[in-house]
């Protein structure tokens, strides 16, 4: 039992990390109809910018600054790759997308090192101890970051006047123009919150852990998270961030007694496997809205 | 077939047939003919090792025309190709192997056997991916098709007994026609006679997409592309045909895959799971939109561009002193490599959509016109 909660913690912790990425495909997802390759790069950047600037700031300031650092980056990437193609074929943008991801990673990786680079977080891998539980400092901080986050943004969307704007651009990007929405305002929020989300992601997925390239993986298990959760829901990001940590993490610990012929653990597997089960019932997530077709 | 060429008007079709026709133009016919000489003389004029380079480009080239037929013909965007690839690589290999090596083999040496053999293996991977892919549409099918890479690249780490398990590998399946062995140089070197056997085999393989893209399968495909409910509307049958589409797709992919190390003799699992295996996928979407989307000829150009890649940056840091060869230092020519495939794709979605072949199309329509620009 005190195994199982254990568990239940670490997943909890890594799915609030999968929460944090979630959000930022949903938000760019409902702004412009496009999933964002590019997330999972922008995720390992983060956490490689703040590698450098915590030593110098203290981590804090550092996590602040580099997540508006990499916001700014995404802006950029918006504006010089995304912005021409508006109008032409999601699967276009999306291919572009992957090519931005090529080439920020290539261009986060030659930052990495050959020394071992750590983010400078105050967690390390110390845990309390509950009557047998362990939970981790870091993933106790991922979680609470998380939540912290979750209800940013959901304020941000309820209460300001851009975020109404966006929710507007959202359900109908004609009409919303009509009524004066800047839809152009409303893709560069949407990406630079993204961005900003992916690299406080990337800054828990590292706490404990010296970086590397496998940062990267890490982020792409973030796209089955989306589809669990449905593309366009909010809430389906954060119901399906920590569905798919829980499970990765339970599968990851109970490994040996499942698969015990297999020596590599099957955890990393988890997510697109549970991804695959749910579309054979439901082909749009969990939270999706059905598409509605007109010829 | 009654149709009458006009005298002096070469491109007066009097029958849709003509139109149709598998090469339709008289500068079509002698230009791919001249195109296909040209290639089957290369070997007697490029050196060995780019002669290698360029043949894994015809090759890869097969996998292209196959990624083509799905995402190009159909629409289907999958970011699984490398997944068919593999299947594709481990059947052959598995054919054609050791009965008594290390890794598990049949001893079939018989290279048409064993390429078949990977395409139809492939084929039927596909059409167990098939029914659930065929349910989604659009970005959640890429989502998919990305997560069989993943999950095919563990199941072939894991599976020792066929791939040789991580850091190991296992050997490719060597090519032997009527008792000769391509890989070993006699009085022609290996790179000639592979270049030349992987030449044929993109040679039938092209005929053969070129004809299904103008049946009636190729214009159903385009239909469901174009627009799907309006397609099923109109009483093409959806499912069918995009069971067709990925069957095909992943037929193409386990010839390519079969061919794919043939030249190396030896591969190991890591070439196709986690960061590699997605980069594979990547690299053939790269080759589609390069050449040129639904063309058999842009795929064909794209997937030698994307082979020749490597040696391109390989050459940059004589022009660009900067760059170093040095693995340890930055900018090296691996990253350059890997991000020039990044900036390739940015820049023709951007610049130039319809890839190489639009440039090609460009050109084409410029002299045609010529003097008049419009």
Same mark, same amino acid.
């Given at each position: ?140 901080? !991922?979680? %609470? @970051?998380?939540?912290?986050?979750? /209800? ?9 006047? +851009? *975020? =109404? &704007? ?31 989300? !992916?690299? %406080? @992601?990337?800054?828990?997925?590292? /706490? ?9 993986? +890490? *982020? =792409? &298990? ?40 297999? /020596? ?11 991804? =695959? ?19 | ?374």
């Amino acid at each position: 039992m005190t195994e199982l909660l254990s568990a239940l913690s670490m997943g909890l912790g890594q799915g609030a990390i999968y929460t944090l990425l979630a959000l930022g495909f949903v938000i760019i997802y409902k702004s412009m109809g496009v999933i964002s390759f590019a997330q999972p790069a922008l995720m390992m950047s983060g956490a490689i910018l703040v590698s450098y600037l915590s030593p110098k700031l203290g981590f804090w300031a550092a996590v602040i600054l580099g997540g508006l650092l990499i916001a700014v980056v995404a802006l950029i990437v918006e504006r010089l790759a995304i912005r021409p193609m508006v109008g032409k074929a999601v699967f276009v943008i999306a291919i572009i997308t992957i090519g931005v991801d090529i080439v920020v990673r290539v261009v986060a990786g030659a930052f990495v090192g050959t020394d071992p680079r750590v983010v400078g977080d105050p967690w390390g891998i110390e845990r309390w101890t509950i009557g047998g539980v362990h939970i981790e400092h870091r993933h106790a901080a !991922a979680f %609470i @970051a998380a939540a912290v986050m979750v /209800a940013l943004v959901a304020a941000f969307f309820r209460f300001t006047p +851009i *975020g =109404l &704007a966006m929710r507007a651009a959202a359900l109908d990007q004609e009409a919303a123009m009509a009524q004066g929405v800047s839809v152009g305002v409303v893709f560069a929020v949407s990406w630079a919150m993204a961005g900003f989300l !992916a690299a %406080i @992601a990337g800054v828990f997925a590292a /706490a404990g852990n010296p970086l590397d390239q496998n940062l990267w993986i +890490i *982020g =792409l &298990a973030a796209l089955p998270v989306i589809i669990l959760g449905g593309l366009d829901s909010l809430l389906g990001a954060v119901v399906g961030g920590l569905t798919i940590g829980v499970v990765e993490a339970l599968v990851r610990n109970y490994h040996t007694d499942i698969f015990p012929g297999i /020596a590599t653990n099957t955890g990393p597997l988890a997510p697109y496997v549970v991804m =695959l089960l749910v579309l054979l019932v439901r082909p749009y997530g969990l939270f999706g809205t059905k598409e509605v077709e007109r010829v | 077939m009654s149709h009458t060429r006009v005298k002096g008007r070469p491109e007066l079709y009097t029958a849709y047939a003509q139109d149709m026709a598998f090469l339709n133009t008289r500068p079509k016919q002698v230009g791919v003919l001249l195109i296909v000489i040209f290639a089957a003389l290369l070997p007697m004029m490029v050196a060995d090792d780019l002669l290698k380079v360029l043949g894994t480009g015809l090759v890869l080239a097969i996998g292209a025309i196959g990624l083509n037929l799905l995402t190009g013909f159909a629409g289907q965007v999958s970011l699984g190709h490398a997944f068919f690839v593999a299947v594709g690589a481990y059947t052959a290999s598995w054919m054609a192997g050791d009965p008594d090596g290390r890794t598990m083999g049949l001893g079939i040496t018989f290279a048409p056997a064993w390429i078949l053999g990977a395409g139809v293996m492939a084929a039927i991977a596909g059409a167990i991916v098939a029914p659930l892919a065929v349910r989604l549409r659009g970005l959640y099918l890429a989502v998919v098709t990305l997560g069989l890479v993943i999950i095919g690249g563990f199941i072939f780490t894991e599976w020792a007994s066929l791939s040789g398990g991580a850091q190991q590998g296992r050997e490719a399946p060597v090519p032997v026609i009527l008792g000769a062995d391509l890989t070993v140089s006699g009085a022609y070197t290996k790179e000639q006679k592979l270049f030349w056997f992987f030449l044929v085999v993109l040679v039938i393989f092209a005929m053969l997409a070129r004809n299904i893209g103008r049946s009636k399968i190729g214009r159903a495909f385009s239909a469901v592309r174009d627009r799907d409910i309006a397609a099923g509307v109109m009483g093409v049958e959806l499912t069918k045909y995009k069971l067709i589409a990925f069957v095909l797709s992943s037929f193409y992919a386990g010839v390519c895959g079969s061919l794919l190390f043939v030249a190396n003799g030896y591969f190991g699992p890591e070439r196709f799971s986690g960061g590699f295996g997605l980069l594979l996928s990547v690299q053939f979407i790269a080759m589609i939109l390069i050449g040129g989307v639904a063309t058999v000829s842009g795929s064909i150009m794209g997937a030698l561009l994307i082979a020749l890649l490597p040696r391109i940056s390989s050459e940059l840091p004589s022009f660009l002193p900067f760059i170093t060869t040095a693995a340890n230092k930055h900018p090296n020519v691996f990253e350059v490599e890997t991000a020039m495939y990044g900036v390739l794709i940015i820049a023709f979605l951007l610049f130039e959509p319809r890839g190489l072949f639009g440039i090609w199309h460009r050109i084409r329509v410029y002299w045609k016109s010529f003097p008049f620009s419009y």
